[in-house]
């Protein structure tokens, strides 16, 4: 899929191309759960769970990518930027000492 479309009139379907040719004609999904005993709801009556409770930490480093493109970005979201909170513990840079220690056993740099 390269085009996806939503519409607000048909909130059970997402429309989609497969390439950018504007000639081409939307192809669609539709997200109704059709079949005998089976309501369609409005999503909006779905109860969700946060999967978090508070914001997640970033690392030292993406936190520095992304005060570097500060000057791309509207001033008035600079402060949400600025304020993300960072940890020495997250995923990726787990992940990125899992890699050292396997390339330390196994002699590859």
């Known amino acids: 899929m390269r085009w ?3 519409e607000k009139d048909s ?3 997402i429309q ?3 390439n950018f040719n504007d000639l081409a004609e939307f192809c669609q ?3 109704r759960n059709y079949g005998p005993g089976k309501d369609v709801q409005s999503l909006a009556s779905v109860e969700q769970v946060p999967l978090y409770l508070s914001r997640r930490p970033i690392s030292e480093a993406k936190k520095n990518d992304m005060t570097a493109l500060l000057p791309y970005i509207s001033p008035v ?3 949400y930027f600025k304020s993300l909170p ?3 513990n997250t995923r990726s840079q787990m992940i990125s000492q899992d890699a ?3 390339n330390e056993t196994t002699g590859l740099d």
């Open 100 to 102: 050292e220690t396997d």
């Open 16 to 18: 989609f191309k497969e």
């Open 11 to 13: 909130p059970f379907s």
């Open 29 to 31: 999904i539709d997200l």
């Open 77 to 79: 979201h600079h402060k």
């Open 4 to 6: 996806l479309r939503f």
């Open 86 to 88: 960072v940890s020495s």
